[in-house]
């Protein structure tokens, strides 16, 4: 269960990561410019915002830590005290995770961040990138998946504030607990621990499991009454010999609901909420389970797909059109494929389909097929069009990290031959850039 809860922040944080990575691009533009055109950084720091509604704001600030970009109105205020800048005034600093606070400009909402620091050659401080994430994301995230009433979940900092605790999260939220031996001995470099405690919160005695995330400086948890887990025994037991049996059956019964619960959790944070769909993380663990299958018969082929000109149907009709677009191509992905092939998306407006026992001819004819349902039945907001690079893996030739960049070229290929077109990896394809 604390798996599944680690799980769950784990992609909250990377999600953010990424964030703060499509925020580096608009301070630090690939193509140089003059100089940075304020209301096009505002602009596209909303359009961010507006594609992940948990957001607060997104800040961009300077190095002496004013804010020179927000997705705020108004006059911004003073955040030069917050740790989320002071933090990076160290040289060597890394990504900073925040502790739950309140927020100064949307009054009682409890918030935390994502910063990190841009540098210049010599390794002083430029700006500070932050993304404010609601904190109720997660609470929302924990609660549909706590079927059991006397389960709860908590994610907490290193020193045991809490971000979010269900049930009763607004009771709890931003709490300090006692730093207890067995939980300040969950690190990253011995990230599991499970104690019987009472909770300060509750008073209750719980079995307690803790996991601290692989990547960031959080500790999820899962706890059970004890009195719950013992509950039909405890008028029974005469013998050691009926503790025994009791005991089995209650490890076996909390088992049972551990998986429950596991399945249900394990599912959302495998699928992309906007198509349903495996997401990225999901897609390439199913190709990595394959490259590894010991009985595999044949090779993986694999479908690299982009919507041509889409950055123009959001523009034009907006980004609930172009989310539109990605759910029914998706859709239709799905429906077209053989009951073999995985279907995920990739990232923005990309999607791979992996195509297991599969060779270069079966995969473009797949390819083709795709492509014309797509052009033929896919008209809103306007004709859509699909380029696909293709790629096989071959053994002991080319690997599964190599496949990819083989297909991400035969994709880029397909854009520069005109869009709307399908094309094979050559045998000694290198990785391409980026595609629209």
Known sequence: MASQTALIAAGTLESGEQL?????????????????????????????RSAAPHLMDLLILSKDGRIEHWTGSGTPPSVMEREYYTAHLRPDSALYVGPPQLSKVHAGRWFFALSTALRDTSGRLTN??????????????LTPRNPHNGLSQ??????????????????????????????????????????????????????????????????????????????????????????????SATIVAVARRAAAVSRIQLEHASIDGLTGVYNRRSIMACADAFENKPDRRGELSMLMIDIDHFKEINDTYGHLAGDEAIRSISHLLRDEVRASDVVGRYGGEEFLVLMPD??????VHVAEKLRSAVA?????????????????????????????????????????????????????????????
């Open 128 to 141: 500070v990138l932050v993304v404010i994430i609601d904190v109720d994301l997660l609470r929302e995230r």
């Open 20 to 48: 703060l990575r499509a925020m580096a691009l608009l301070v630090r533009p690939p193509v140089t410019v003059p100089r940075l055109d304020p209301e096009a950084v505002r602009t596209a720091l909303l359009d961010l």
């Open 358 to 363: 599969t060779g270069t001819e079966g995969a």
């Open 154 to 247: 908590a994610l907490l900092s290193e020193d045991a504030r809490i971000y979010s605790r269900t049930p009763d999260h607004e009771l709890h939220v931003g709490k300090h607990l006692p730093l207890t031996p067995e939980r300040s001995g969950v690190l990253a470099s011995s990230p599991y621990a499970t104690t019987v405690t009472i909770s300060p919160l509750d008073g209750q005695e719980r079995i307690v499991a803790y996991q601290h995330l692989r990547l960031y400086p959080m500790v999820a948890s899962a706890a059970l009454p004890v009195a719950e887990v013992l509950e039909r025994w405890h008028k029974r037991v005469i013998t050691v010999f009926v503790l025994w049996l009791a005991l």
């Open 376 to 436: 033929a039945r896919i008209e809103s907001p306007r004709p859509i069009t699909i380029s696909v690079g293709v790629a096989t893996t071959i053994r002991g030739q080319r690997s599964l990290a190599q496949t990819l960049a083989c297909a991400d070229t035969a994709l880029y290929e397909a854009k520069q031959a005109g869009r709307n077109c399908v094309r094979i990896a050559h045998p000694h394809a290198e990785p391409a850039g980026p595609t629209n």
